[in-house]
């Protein structure tokens, strides 16, 4: 039987990933202590690892199509296919950061201060290709972890960290300086895999799921019945993917309005819909939006 190796992230977004694959229709069961977790179509076939190894893994064709984030397809300057972006995180829901951090009280204001200067960080390719198109002579050393602690500590005078919230940042009494560049989730396939007409499709059947799964957590659904003297009114109210659906009721001078809005509008939409005539307002989650 046809089978397309599948990566999966080890780590902080593992958990993110295998609950979006099962919005996307995929059920996935870690194993204890195993990287091979089971899956719910005999064409996949998983394995789990660190996402800064997952571009080598799916550029040397271990894996057909991996996710990782576009900092370590960078880092390692990978010529993976890019699939899609999957903008989804453990915490936010937004793109990572990696910043330039140094002590609160450090007298070091901007890059320039960083001249000759010592700085840690996982990310160590791209920070040395930034500051070498900046013209800044630093010394960048490669950070195992805790790399918040080695600038407290007086071990380095910067970091180059990611960060969602800087909280961690932030509790560490650390001050950014400059924000490196935003990382997204990203799903890669392996070129030679992309050119195999089946497994093309797969892949691509896999990433047209998974962005319906995102995109449908930031919209729910309208259901509500409207008077025709107050159906104009409603109408301009609502916002849409497209036109919102309106059919009449059986027997009767009212009509029936559906719609799908952003989920952070509802809270002001609906009373708004309240005042404008609408009645019997539902409201409704969706799982996927294509």
Partial sequence: MNELKLGLPKGSLEKATIELFEKAGWLIKPKSRN??????DPELACSICRPQEMSRYVESGMLDAGITGKDWTMENQSDAILVTELVYSKVSRKPTRWVIAVKGDSEIQCIEDLEGKKISTELVNVSKRFFADKN??????????????????????AIVEVTETESTIRAHGLRIIYELMESNTQFI???DAWNVPWKREKIENIALMLQGSLKAERIVGLKMNVPE????????????????????LYNADWFSVETVVSS?????LIPALT????????????????
Avoid: C
């Fill in 264 to 268: 952070d509008l509802v809270r002001d």
């Fill in 136 to 157: 800044i002579n630093v010394d960048i050393e490669f950070s195992w972890g805790a790399t918040e602690a080695k600038v407290v500590s007086g071990l380095v005078d």
């Fill in 35 to 40: 990287y091979f977790p089971e899956i719910d």
């Fill in 275 to 290: 005042k404008g005539g609408a009645e019997g307002i539902i409201e409704y989650h969706l799982s996927k939006v294509i």
């Fill in 189 to 191: 396939a392996n070129k």
């Fill in 229 to 248: 003297t107050k159906l104009k009114t409603v109408i301009e109210l609502l916002p849409s993917l497209n036109a919102p659906t309106v059919a009449n």
